[in-house]
């Protein structure tokens, strides 16, 4: 029997610049480079956008290079389940996975919520909005900025005054808003105590990755007065059970754990053993937002503000209203444009 492609794929390399510099303990980002992936049968597409993780040296011409090296698996047509057999978790299964679950929605005329056999339509969800780490005073003049804002999160740096700092004059200046924290890895656990006492004392809600990957043992008899998220400590499914005892949430990212399929199976997994479930994002357009909005439904904290960063995004695009991020596209992603 001769196999006969049924699928092309394309993949393009896109750079999209940011409104301004994006500051995180250790970089400074200009821009967001991504991979696009284009799926057509022929007559229906789909799409999947990935920016890669960068600590994990997953960048644009390393997805480039795993796409290019499965492409003609892919075109003889493939599962999701087979494509996680074939291709680690990262940028390049994320943007392939994303691809296909749009294709399956515009090939079915079933939207992407009821493929991933969510419950109810999808609804708009409150997402935190977020400040790169700056003075106390910038960072407190951005959060008066986000004036629509219900959640803001912080980007801290690891020192530890400078940071107590940031969290006082955002919290002086927005009082109303439930605040958490991001410490990328900032801190070692000797510090972690007097940090936390700080994030207490102003209220703050959340307090993510503050060690870094590999130092995790390090938080066993820690008191947690606030709950921690494990970001770079917890990359996929097969990590999941690892959190239980130390983190009391999952941070979720597509381009961490390769794609829709695989997040919505840790989310599942973490809340069976006890775990909040936090998605976010690597900072991309609308097309990366889309598939982390369906995951997010299932979400206790969402973080999807990534094409706020942009200089411009995608039209049309992710809608944010009163705090919220809505995608109101049938197939839960933004419409599909050649």
Known sequence: ??????????????????????????????????????????????????????????????????????????EYGITRAELREILPAGGARNAIDCALWELEARQTGRPVWQLAELEEEPA??????????????????????????IAIKLKLTGELDLDIARVNAVRAARPDCWIGVDANQGYEIDDLDALM??????????????????????????????????????????DVPDAVGLFDVINIKLDKCGGLTEGLAMARLARSLGLQVMVGNMVGSSLAMAPAFILGQLCDIVDLDGPIFLAADRTPSIVYEAGTAFCPSPCGAVPARE
């Open 197 to 238: 006492t700080a994030l207490v004392a102003a209220e703050v809600k959340l307090l993510e990755q503050p060690l870094r990957r590999g130092r995790e043992a390090d938080l066993e008899g820690f008191k947690r007065r606030i709950p921690i998220a494990a970001d770079e400590s917890i990359l996929t499914l097969a």
């Open 1 to 74: 029997m001769i196999e006969v492609k049924t699928l092309t794929l394309r993949a393009t390399v896109k750079s999209l610049p940011l409104a301004k510099p994006f500051h995180i303990s250790g970089h400074v980002f200009t821009t967001s480079d991504v991979v696009e992936v284009i799926l057509s049968d022929g007559r229906h597409i789909g799409r999947g956008e990935a920016s890669g993780i960068y600590y994990m040296n997953d960048d644009v011409p390393a997805m480039m290079a795993a796409i290019t090296k499965i492409r003609d698996k892919i």
């Open 124 to 149: 708009p969800i409150v997402t935190t909005f977020t400040l790169g780490a700056g003075s106390p005073e910038e960072m407190a003049e951005g959060a008066i900025g986000f004036s629509g804002a």
